[in-house]
């Protein structure tokens, strides 16, 4: 996780500077929803993945491609 922390706050850093150099001067709600957006996905985005190479590791990926549905119908 301390990876993806890192890949945010660059990612968060390179938006900032863009939002700077795009010509106007941008206020202070700008950067906070800016640094709140990408951030927070970035950190979603990580967090996801983690939780996918979890389930791949605990054997439920191979439970669920074993199902047989019940014809009790």
Same mark, same amino acid.
């Given at each position: ?10 990612? #968060?850093? &390179? %938006?900032?500077?863009? !939002? ?9 709600? @700008?950067?906070? /929803? ?9 950190? #979603?985005? &990580? %967090?996801?993945?983690? !939780? ?9 990926? @191979?439970?669920? /491609? ?8």
């Amino acid at each position: 996780m301390r990876w993806i922390a890192l890949v945010a706050i660059l990612a #968060v850093s &390179g %938006a900032i500077l863009w !939002l700077r150099s795009d010509g106007g001067a941008p206020s202070i709600a @700008e950067y906070i /929803a800016t640094a709140a957006g990408v951030g927070l996905s970035i950190l #979603v985005a &990580g %967090a996801l993945m983690g !939780l996918i190479f979890l389930s791949s590791g605990t054997g439920h990926d @191979e439970d669920v /491609a074993a199902f047989e549905p019940d014809d009790d119908k």
